[in-house]
């Protein structure tokens, strides 16, 4: 691999982790196995569908791409879902679901996925490059939650970056929510345009905030104009640029406990999977502290749900390949609200 002779100062983040990872694998003895190993996974995003769940992961795959932190090492080009059986514990891998040569408007990369249901049909979220190179979010339906799924003529309108993750509120409506730092983009967007040229905030200003949208009555498009998701600190000031142990960098979730809606993200290069807290879906958000610790590879993407009368956390690393960061599995444990409400901190590995 061309990275492992490069002298580490001529080696990006991206190059510099899987390295240290590397070097660590063996001393990591991770608490929770992989859910499958027959391919490479990463990405989960875990959903209860006919009282089962159901895990949409991104596919990861070999590659010769440079590893570098625009991500272009992470090359998948189809998607598998998951499924757990609800009593031997079991997971099953139901094959391809959709492939990049199925998606006519999509030129490369099947980044992080998700699925809704709505009466009766299930709906697959995606991020792919179109042919100018640019991240968009596109949708595929099907009438099983294994897929397979058929993909709309064109992305969503209006849509950009990475890690779309879908929320359904008690009232029965759905929040798209998006955005990913350096390979996702979002840094590349300002006024509703594209510029080549990345634009980051000073390090004192407020973050570049992850993105939303209510979605429409056919699940295909987006019934309001983008907002901001704004995270805050406990005196209501934005997490800003420079605090990289706490602002938004890609990973985009949100669950709702006994009545608050949570939050929660990646803080990409330093590794955590973090949390906010707010009264409604929109936000601000008001930073709690981290879900999950830095875990074995450069990125951390999760999900969390509600099955058995447990909640769950999905997630992944780089165990399954010793620590090469685009070869991933994803993995499952409990999650636990204490009784403020509060996330107990979860660590992968004894």
Known sequence: MESEKKPEAEMSDAERKQQLDLKKAGSFKPKNPPLVTNIYTADPSAHVFNEKIYIYPSHDIETDSAINDDGDHFAMRDYHVLSIDNHSEEVTDHGVALSLEDIKWASKQLWAPDAAEKSGQFYFYFPARDYDGIFRIGVAISDTPSGPFKAQENYIEGSFSIDPAVFKDDDGSYYLYFGGLWGGQLQNWRDGKFSIQDSYPADN????????????????????????????????????????????????????????????????????????????????????????????????????????????LFYHDSSLSSGKTHLRCVKKTELIHDINGKILPITAYD
Request: charged share 20%; hydrophobic share 35%; proline share 6%.
């Open 205 to 312: 200003e407020p973050a570049l905030p992850a993105k939303m949208a209510k979605l429409s009555d056919d699940m295909l498009t987006l019934a309001e104009p983008v907002k901001d998701i704004v995270i805050v600190d406990e005196s209501g000031a934005p997490i800003t640029t420079g605090d990289n142990e706490r602002r938004f960098f890609e990973a985009s979730w949100l669950h709702k406990y006994q009545g608050k809606y949570y939050f929660s993200y990646s803080t990409g290069d330093t590794h955590k999977i973090a949390y906010g807290i707010a009264d409604n879906p929109y936000g601000p958000f008001v930073y709690q502290g981290v879900i999950l610790n830095p875990v074995l590879g450069w990125t951390n993407h999760h999900s969390i749900v509600f099955h058995q009368e447990k909640w769950w």
